[in-house]
C-alpha cells in the first residue's frame, strides 16, 4: 500500500527566506505525486504535481518540486516566502490506473515578518 | 469558471438529527469524491463515485451514505450525527482517479 510521510508538522520561516517542505512516499512503482495547499477554512488548491518527464516540477505561486526516486522524496520549494504563503501544505501519493490519492499528515507554514 | 460548489459552507445540526450536504461540479468530471477532515489532519476519503459506481472506503461508518443523481451533484447523507462527527466535509472531482483533484471549499460541520 502506498504511504506518504510529511515530517514536519510546523515549518516557521521568515518572510523573504528560502523554503522547503519535506515529503517522502513508498510506492513500488512510479508514483503520480501531487501537493496541495490550504488555507485555514478552506478547500485545498494544487500547486504541483507529477507524472512522469523532468523531475524538475514548476507550480502556481513560485512554488517547484523535484522529485528524487533513489530518495523516494519529493521536496517543494521556494525561494523567496511570502507572508500569504502561510497555510497548510499536503502532499500526496496516487498510482496509474484505478486509485486513489493518499495524503500525507500536512506541514503548517508559518511566516514570520 | 468551472468549479466544485460546496453547500452550506456552515452547517449545524442536532446530535442525532440527519444533515445532507451537498456538491456540485461543473468541470464535467467523472470521479466524485467525499472527505472528512478533522482539525489539524490530512483529509479522510469516506468514498468516492466513479461515474455511477459506489466505492466505500472500508473504514467510512455505516452512518455515512452517498447519492450522485447525475454527473453534476453528489451528496453526503450522515444519518445520525454524533459529536465525534464534526469536522470539515471536502467534496473533489477528477478525471480519472489517476489525475489531480479539484476540491470545493468544504462544509464546515458542527454538532451540538
Known amino acids: 500500500a502506498q504511504s506518504v510521510t510529511q515530517p514536519d508538522i510546523h515549518i516557521t520561516v521568515s518572510e523573504g527566506a528560502s523554503l522547503e517542505l519535506r515529503c517522502n512516499y513508498s510506492?513500488?512503482?512510479?508514483?503520480?505525486l501531487f501537493w496541495y495547499v490550504q488555507s485555514p477554512g478552506q478547500g485545498l488548491q494544487l500547486l504541483l504535481k507529477?507524472?512522469?518527464?523532468?523531475?524538475l516540477v514548476q507550480g502556481i505561486k513560485g512554488f517547484e518540486a523535484e522529485f528524487k526516486r533513489s530518495q523516494s522524496s519529493f521536496n517543494l520549494r521556494k525561494p523567496s516566502v511570502h507572508w500569504s504563503d502561510a497555510a497548510e501544505y499536503f502532499c500526496a501519493v496516487g498510482e496509474s490506473g484505478y486509485s486513489t490519492l493518499t495524503f500525507g499528515k500536512g506541514t503548517m507554514l508559518l511566516v514570520s515578518p | 469558471d468551472a468549479m466544485v460548489i460546496q453547500n452550506p459552507r456552515y452547517q449545524v445540526t442536532q446530535f442525532g438529527k440527519p444533515v445532507t450536504l451537498s456538491c456540485s461540479q461543473t468541470?464535467?468530471?467523472?470521479?466524485m469524491y467525499w472527505y472528512q477532515q478533522k482539525s489539524s489532519q490530512a483529509p479522510k476519503l469516506l468514498f468516492h463515485?466513479?461515474?455511477?459506481?459506489?466505492?466505500n472506503e472500508a473504514d467510512t461508518p455505516d452512518n455515512f451514505q452517498s447519492r450522485r443523481p447525475n454527473t453534476s451533484f453528489c451528496f453526503l447523507d450522515i444519518r445520525s450525527p454524533g459529536l465525534g462527527d464534526a469536522a470539515m466535509y471536502l467534496c473533489a472531482t477528477s478525471k480519472g482517479t489517476a489525475g489531480e483533484q479539484y476540491f470545493g471549499p468544504g462544509t464546515r460541520l458542527t454538532v451540538t
Open positions: 507529477y507524472f512522469s518527464g523532468d523531475t
Open positions: 468541470l464535467n468530471h467523472n470521479v
Open positions: 463515485y466513479y461515474d455511477k459506481d459506489f466505492n
Open positions: 510506492y513500488g512503482a512510479t508514483p503520480y
